[in-house]
């Protein structure tokens, strides 16, 4: 079959099964655009490169399928670069597309040229220039199935225009052999086994579960070996979600931001199990004192990350969900019952902080409206958060349930991720309600996506906790450099709710908590876009 270029890219993408990609077109692009007319693939115009990337990372971190996003060549193919970046700090499965200049004008310094591969070489699984049009099936091929294999992360294909014009005898590969790309799958056995052994004489056991549990699809596995063992479980932020909120073992998330009890089981374990989790700075910021104290279990489908951070007694390379089941099927509980009985009595002396409901203050306290939100939250209701502030409250206030419902930047910390990566999450869970928690500084750096979710008809709701502050940095301020606040204050704010009300949204603005219940459920009644603004003081802190 001979076709174009930009034929054979729109056919592999439909031959991979993709349904939606997230873009914005321009000249050394066009002749995919022009191609992509007769697909079927739903084209999602958002209205700013970045939000392309951080929405196709929503849209898969919510469906564990790959993302697509596409720009084209010089400033579009750079503003992916921060979306791209994140999508590599979290292990999320993206492929990036991108137009460049013809061929015989790469190194010349011609109209909207840059180098894109050489600029994404440090954070990109792998990234491809395309040379000839021949090669584009083979190319498509291999850059989703690096991809979505191993450790996710994101590939970039940047394709000259005069590549896209070019024809084909188009033949789509059967399979992917790339040479010195094997990712290993199966734990080995001896040391399965070995963690079994280590979990029987264990006294104080802890499982760490990170955003690679929920990437393998792991949750139901891990949740069976805590039970099985009674072992008590924290989470990193990308691991939330991993372990229902509610069940008895889960203690919460650990690190500089975490619970007292997470952090408390943490350092004081014998035996620590981890899966799935870097052990960065934010997680654990002393692994050699822990490492010195317990034995460590590292299971990673990336053998990068076993050691790198923590010393490991014992390492496996592997499917966190397969290794889990295998686990499963041999391990016995080892003598824990009285370590269970201390972490009970931590939990009850140390639980969530929820204030009490105080009204008349002339402000929303963000962890009673987070307390209140749960409760009418659905199982499969999806929330994305801003970073600062708002996303640390939520990661501590509000209760997940399951895998895939709570997106966040964890590793890059990007804030405006979380507006795009609700358009994300929103088109590929249609049937879900979305909700992004925002700061009114987050918000402000990708609210030009409310025009994305105006044209495409999206339902995302958004709950925004305004301070009139840069909070998180304030707050640092305050602790770090005796309260010498610059560059933090945002006292000139647009009206958000006339924002919402301009593109024909609802919206509504609440300075008291006795309006928080009410409040959320009118924003949760229907399926339409709606802002939840509430006034929050400035001085309320992170913890």
């Known amino acids: 079959m001979k076709l174009s270029g930009a034929q054979a890219i729109v056919k ?23 191609a992509l007319q007769e697909s079927n693939i739903r084209h999602i115009l958002t209205r ?4 392309a990337a951080h929405a196709a990372s929503g849209y898969a971190r919510a469906t564990g399928k790959t993302g697509v996003c596409v720009a084209t060549s010089g400033p579009g193919a750079t503003n ?33 040229e840059a180098d894109i591969t050489g600029a ?4 990109c699984k792998h990234n ?12 498509l091929k291999e850059a989703f199935y690096i991809a979505s294999t191993g450790r996710p992360g994101p590939v970039l294909i940047d394709v000259p225009i005069d590549v896209q014009i070019g024809s084909v005898n188009f033949e789509y590969p059967k399979s992917v052999d790339i040479k010195g790309y094997k990712p290993n799958y199966k734990g080995h056995s001896i040391q399965i086994k070995k963690i079994a052994e280590a979990i029987l004489r264990a006294k104080k056991p802890v499982i760490c579960a990170g955003g690679g549990v929920i990437n393998s699809n792991a949750s139901k596995e891990l949740v069976e070996l805590a039970e099985k063992c009674g072992i008590p479980v924290v989470t990193t932020m990308m691991g939330i979600g991993s372990i229902p909120y509610d069940h008895e073992l889960n203690l919460g998330m650990l690190g500089s ?7 408390y089981a943490v350092h004081n374990a014998d035996l620590l199990i981890i899966t799935g989790a870097r052990v960065a700075d934010r997680a654990i910021n002393n692994p050699d004192q822990i490492a010195r104290k317990a ?8 053998p990068a990350e076993i050691g790198k951070n923590i010393q490991v007694s014992i390492p496996v390379v592997g499917d966190i969900k397969g290794v889990l089941k295998e686990l499963v099927d041999i391990v016995q509980r080892g003598d824990v019952d009285e370590w269970g009985r201390i972490i009970k009595e931590k939990k009850e002396e140390h639980p969530p902080k929820f204030p009490e409901m105080k009204s008349g203050t002339g402000y929303v306290n963000p962890k009673y409206v987070l307390k209140v939100l749960t409760g009418l939250l659905r199982e499969d209701d999806i929330v994305t958060t801003e970073v600062g502030q708002n996303q640390i409250w939520s990661s501590n206030y509000l209760g997940i349930r399951k895998p895939r419902t709570f997106i966040t930047s964890g590793g890059l910390g990007t804030m405006g991720y979380g507006f795009p990566a609700a358009v ?20 402000q750096m990708t609210m030009q996506e409310l025009g994305t979710i105006k044209q495409s008809r999206l339902g995302v709701k958004v709950l925004m906790f305004n301070n009139t502050r840069l909070g998180m940095v304030r707050e640092l301020q305050k602790l770090k450099y005796g309260c010498r606040y610059y560059q933090v204050h945002l006292d000139e704010n647009p009206d958000f709710i006339k924002l919402f009300e301009a593109y024909g949204f609802k919206g509504r603005r609440i300075d008291d908590n006795s309006q928080v219940e009410e409040a959320l459920k009118e924003m949760l009644s229907d399926d339409g876009v709606y802002l939840l603004e509430c006034r929050v003081d400035p001085e309320e802190s992170t913890l």
């Open 80 to 112: 992916l670069i921060t979306g791209i970046a994140d999508a590599y700090m979290d292990s999320t499965p993206l492929v990036a597309i991108t137009g460049q200049v013809s061929s015989d004008l790469i190194g010349r310094d011609v109209f909207q």
């Open 424 to 443: 994300g999450a929103k088109v590929g869970c249609p049937g879900s309600r979305v909700i992004c928690i925002s700061g009114d500084g987050s918000f």
């Open 48 to 51: 700013h490169e970045q939000g």
């Open 257 to 263: 931001y975490g619970v007292y009890t997470a952090n």
């Open 120 to 123: 994404t070489d440090p954070f």
């Open 12 to 34: 592999a993408l439909e031959l991979e099964g993709v349904e939606v990609i997230f873009g914005y077109p321009g000249a050394a692009i066009c002749p995919f655009y022009d």
């Open 128 to 139: 491809y220039l395309v040379k000839n049009t021949k090669d584009l099936p083979r190319i």
């Open 295 to 302: 034995e460590i279990v590292h299971i990673d489908i990336d």
